[in-house]
Nanobody, 128 residues
Framework: QVQLVESGGGLVQDGGSLRLSCAASGRTFSSYVMGWFRQAPGKEREFVAA???????YYADSVKGRFTISRDNAKNTVYLQMNSLKPEDTAVYYCAADTRGSLFLRVTVATTSSYDYWGQGTQVTVSS
């Protein structure tokens, strides 16, 4: 069993920044592919970013150049640094873990079914 706990969400103004954290349990965290997804009211959950064990990353086009995903394997934690936030970034942000060793391809990491563990989510609200 892997537990994921997100933190760092909140209310920020248009153009502001936030850093989300996701603390994971599990003795083999460094081998997991970790992803961030978000879900706005009335919309489907969508891919934001993913990172593998050696630090390779993928981003959604909508956040590329503004968001940065990173991980600290010593702390079993993955981060999402969000800069230049926009009102359309408002959503509940979820951390997810793929512990099954799926291929690290964009089509794979962007699919919710590739992940077998999810956090409870943290709210991010960007005011205009």
């Amino acid at each position: 069993q892997v537990q994921l706990v997100e933190s760092g969400g909140g209310l920020v103004q248009d153009g502001g920044s936030l850093r989300l954290s996701c603390a994971a349990s599990g003795r083999t965290f460094s081998s997991y592919v970790m992803g961030w997804f978000r879900q706005a009211p009335g919309k489907e959950r969508e891919f934001v970013a993913a990172i593998n064990w050696i630090g390779s990353t993928y981003y959604a086009d909508s956040v590329k150049g503004r968001f940065t995903i990173s991980r600290d394997n010593a702390k079993n934690t993955v981060y999402l640094q969000m800069n230049s936030l926009k009102p359309e970034d408002t959503a509940v942000y979820y951390c997810a873990a793929d512990t099954r060793g799926s291929l690290f391809l964009r089509v794979t990491v962007a699919t919710t079914s590739s992940y077998d563990y999810w956090g409870q989510g943290t709210q991010v609200t960007v005011s205009s």
